[in-house]
């Protein structure tokens, strides 16, 4: 194994705090990931990470070098890409992250045109449905819904989702047709809510300046896009999600809007990935291609474009 690779190894397992994990990571045998460990500990002649029964960290030798070896691939990526043909395949591995629902809808159907076009690129497709560690886990994109709160990530915005409130024509025959805030103390709401830890908001609406919250208690909360669509189309209650993505419902009347005054602010959508240094080219590969893909799925061209899934944080 040479020295690329053992660095390789060490940031993963830096990053995961887990030797085990950067082991399924990486397709390798712990043992693999352990011997090469040593084997960069024994040539720098010092202790990289610090091991205990219960976890894993970087000594104080251990960080300073993690910073200068991340600075070390990027730069042998860069190099490479210099002498890459522009039409030749990618290779590696690419490790992208999205919701189940825009990717089972949107992606996934195209996936194959993207990876014909680099036979030699293997695909990680993450759809947690949760906020992912982007360094951490080792993601070279991820596509997010929301505000962004990492400042140490690199953002690409490509437009925002506008928002609607929505309920099944079950729902309103057996609960009424709320007409104010007010009356949505008589109502059920169904929350999105990843963590499942009570920090679902409550209902947000856009007053033309800033988003305002009520406090309206959830009948039903659920931590998955899918589930979010499926609990509205189930009658168990109102969501707020994106246009875009109930457009078809609404149209076909399975989804009827209310409240349409009360809609939240429109939800921004964006890739974001680790550095703007060196970013690797199979990563800017699949952002150019997704977002031909998401163009008009997007509401930047306004509440008229095509329907697309249902896209939560």
Same mark, same amino acid.
């Given at each position: ?144 819904? /929301? ?67 009520? =406090? ?27 246009? =875009? ?55 930047? /061209?306004?509440?008229? =474009?095509? =329907? ?6």
């Amino acid at each position: 194994m040479n020295e690329l690779d053992t660095i390789k190894i060490f940031l993963r397992v830096a990053e995961l705090e887990s030797f085990s994990g950067a082991a399924r990571q990486l397709g390798l045998p712990n043992a693999t990931v352990s011997a090469a460990v040593r084997q960069l500990e024994q040539l720098l002649g010092t202790r990289l990470l610090q091991r205990t029964t219960r976890r894993v960290q970087m000594t104080q030798e251990g960080q300073a070098f993690y910073a200068r070896s991340r600075e070390l691939l990027q730069d042998v990526e860069a190099l490479r890409a210099m002498f890459r043909g522009g039409g030749e395949a990618l290779t590696g591995r690419l490790r992208v992250d999205m919701s189940v629902s825009i990717a089972s809808k949107v992606i996934l159907p195209r996936l194959g045109e993207f990876m014909a076009r680099h036979p030699l690129l293997a695909v990680d497709l993450g759809t947690a449905d949760r906020r992912v560690d982007v360094i951490r886990e080792g993601y070279d994109v991820v596509l997010r819904a /929301g505000a962004l709160r990492d400042s140490s990530l690199v953002a690409r915005p490509l437009g925002s989702y506008r928002l609607v409130n929505c309920a099944s024509p079950a729902y309103l025959a057996q609960y009424g047709t709320p007409q104010s805030l007010d009356d949505l103390a008589g109502h059920r709401v169904v929350h999105y809510d990843a963590q499942l830890d009570g920090s679902a908001p409550g209902w947000e609406w856009f007053d033309g300046q800033r988003t305002q919250v009520a =406090a309206v208690g959830a009948a039903l909360t659920v931590n998955g896009t899918m589930a979010y669509e499926a609990a509205c189309l189930a009658g168990l209650g109102i969501v707020q999600a994106p246009q =875009a993505g109930m457009r078809e419902h609404l149209r076909s009347g399975v989804l009827v809007e209310v409240l349409p005054a009360y809609r939240p602010a429109p939800m921004p959508v964006s890739f974001v990935y680790p550095t703007r240094r060196h970013v690797p080219a199979r990563a800017l590969a699949f952002m150019d291609w997704a977002e031909g893909l998401l163009a008009p799925w997007i509401a930047g /061209g306004g509440e008229d =474009a095509a =329907a697309a899934p249902a896209l939560r944080p």
